[in-house]
C-alpha cells in the first residue's frame, strides 16, 4: 500500500502554490495537504480548505485568520486556523509532516524555511531569498539535521535532473566543467536602454514565458532574478562563481545544462510551467505526472542563444560582486533589491533606480561575517532602511 505523504505548503496563495496543490489534486493516493498558509488572502485561503481539507491553515496576519476561522466555522470545515510567523514554524516542523514547499515570496520566508531544516524535512525549495541571505548557515544547517533540499526553481530543477545520478557535491570530481544558466531576458531583452526609465509595473510584470508572483516577474525584468539565481546555484551544487555561466535562451525550453570535461552538455528541457519540476521534486525518486503536456518541437522549431547585457541589466553585475564579496553582502543585495522591487511596483521610483538603490546601500553598509540567522536579519533590517532613506532623498 502506498504511503500517503503529508506536505505543508508555505504560500499555498501564490503562484508555486497554486501550481503545488494542482499536482497535489492530480495524486490524493500519494499526497495530503497538512498545512497551508498565506499572508492574508482569506477568500483565496477559504477555496483551497474547501477543497484540500488540511489540519491546519495559518494566516500571517492575525485579522486574517479571525476572518478565516469565522468563515471556517459559517462552512463547517474542521481545519484549525493559526496566526503569526511562529505557527509557520510549527507547521513547517510539525512531526506528521513528510514535506515542506517552501514558497513564501522574499525574505519573509527564511525562518519557516530554517524551521523546516532544523525539523529534518525534506525541503522542496522554491524560496530562493532564503540561500542568498543565508547559504552557508542554511546548507550547514540542512546537513547537520539529515534534511533534504531539492531544488524547485527551473533552471535549478534542471541542473540536478542533469547532474551524474549519485552526484556526491563535488563538481570537479564528477567531471563538470561549468553550469549554463538559461535566463528567458524577460520583458525587455529587446527594448533600448534609454526606455527603460519609463517602464511601468505592469509592463514589467507581463513576462513573455512565464506566469509568476509580482515581485519574481519584476526580478525577471531587471534580471536580478537571475543574479539571485546564481548564488542560488553556487550554494546547491558548491559552484563557484566562475563556473556558473549565465545564457540568455528567449524561448525559456532549456531551462538549464551542465557541461563536462569530455564537451558533453547535459540539458533538462519542457514547457515553461512551474508544475514540472514541483512534480518532479515531490514524485523524486519517481516520476509522475504533472498535468504539463509533453514538448512539441515542430511548434518549437529553433533554440536560440545570446550573451547577456550587462549594461542594460545592472543587476546581474550586482549579484556577482555580492557573491564574491560573500558575508552580510548577499543578504543586502537581496534586502535592498526587496524595497526597491516594493517601490517600484507602488509608482514611488522608476524601474532603472532598482539598480540604483541596489548599489547605494552595497556600497554604504559595512560589510561584515555572518554566523547566525540572527545575523542574517539584522543585515537585513540594516539594508531596508538604508534603502528607504535613500528612496526619501530622491523624492
Ligand atoms: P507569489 O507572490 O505568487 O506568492 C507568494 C506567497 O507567499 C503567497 O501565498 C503569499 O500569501 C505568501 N506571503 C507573502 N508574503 C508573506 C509573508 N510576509 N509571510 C508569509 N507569507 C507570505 O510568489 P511566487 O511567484 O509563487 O513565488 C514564491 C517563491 O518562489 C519566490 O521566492 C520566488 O522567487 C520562487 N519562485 C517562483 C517561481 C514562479 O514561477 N512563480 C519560479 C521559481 C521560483
Ligand atoms: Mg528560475
Not at 533606480?353 to 540594516?382: R, S
Request: proline share 5%; aromatic share 6%; with cysteine.
Amino acid at each position: 500500500m502506498k504511503i500517503i505523504r503529508q506536505i505543508t505548503i508555505l504560500g499555498s496563495t501564490g503562484s508555486i502554490g497554486e501550481s503545488t496543490l494542482d499536482v497535489i489534486a492530480r495524486h490524493p493516493d500519494r499526497f495530503q495537504a497538512f498545512a497551508l498558509t498565506a499572508n492574508n488572502n482569506v477568500e483565496k485561503m477559504l477555496l483551497q480548505c474547501q477543497r484540500f481539507r488540511p489540519r491546519y491553515a495559518v494566516m500571517l496576519d492575525t485579522q486574517s485568520a479571525q476572518q478565516l476561522t469565522e468563515a471556517a466555522k459559517a462552512t463547517g470545515l474542521n481545519t484549525e486556523v493559526l496566526s503569526g510567523i511562529e505557527s509557520l514554524e510549527k507547521v513547517a516542523s510539525h512531526p506528521e509532516v513528510h514535506a515542506v514547499m517552501a514558497a513564501i515570496v522574499g525574505a519573509a520566508g527564511i525562518r519557516p524555511a530554517f524551521a523546516a531544516a532544523r525539523a529534518g524535512k525534506l525541503i522542496l525549495l522554491a524560496n530562493k531569498e532564503t540561500l542568498v541571505m543565508a547559504g552557508r548557515i542554511f546548507i550547514d544547517l540542512v546537513k547537520q539535521n539529515n534534511a533534504t533540499l531539492l531544488p524547485i526553481d527551473s533552471e535549478h530543477n534542471a541542473i540536478y535532473q542533469s547532474l551524474p545520478h549519485h552526484f556526491n557535491g563535488n563538481l570537479t570530481a564528477s567531471g563538470i566543467s561549468h553550469i549554463l544558466l538559461t535566463a528567458s531576458g524577460g520583458p525587455f531583452r529587446c527594448a533600448p536602454l534609454a526606455s527603460l526609465e519609463k517602464v511601468t509595473p505592469e509592463q514589467a510584470c507581463a513576462h513573455p514565458n512565464w506566469d509568476m508572483g509580482q515581485k519574481i516577474s519584476v526580478d525577471s525584468a531587471t534580471m536580478m532574478n537571475k543574479g539571485l539565481e546564481v548564488i542560488e546555484a553556487h550554494w546547491l551544487f558548491d559552484a563557484p562563481p566562475e563556473k556558473i555561466r549565465v545564457v540568455i535562451h528567449p524561448q525559456s525550453v532549456i531551462h538549464s545544462m551542465v557541461a563536462y570535461v569530455d564537451g558533453s552538455v547535459i540539458a533538462q528541457l519542457g514547457n515553461p510551467d512551474m508544475r514540472t519540476p514541483i512534480a518532479h521534486a515531490m514524485g523524486y525518486p519517481e516520476r509522475i505526472e504533472s498535468g504539463v503536456p509533453a514538448l512539441d518541437m515542430f511548434k518549437v522549431g529553433h533554440l536560440d542563444f545570446e550573451e547577456p547585457d550587462l549594461k542594460k541589466f545592472p543587476c546581474l553585475e550586482l549579484a556577482y560582486q555580492a557573491l564574491a564579496a560573500g558575508g552580510n553582502m548577499p543578504a543586502i543585495l537581496n534586502a535592498a533589491n526587496e524595497v526597491a522591487v516594493e517601490s517600484f511596483l507602488n509608482k514611488r521610483m522608476a524601474f532603472t533606480a532598482i539598480p540604483a538603490m541596489i548599489k547605494h546601500v552595497m556600497q554604504t553598509v559595512i560589510q561584515e561575517e555572518i554566523t547566525t540567522l540572527d545575523d542574517v536579519l539584522i543585515a537585513d533590517e540594516l539594508a531596508r532602511n538604508k534603502a528607504r532613506g535613500w528612496l526619501t532623498k530622491l523624492q
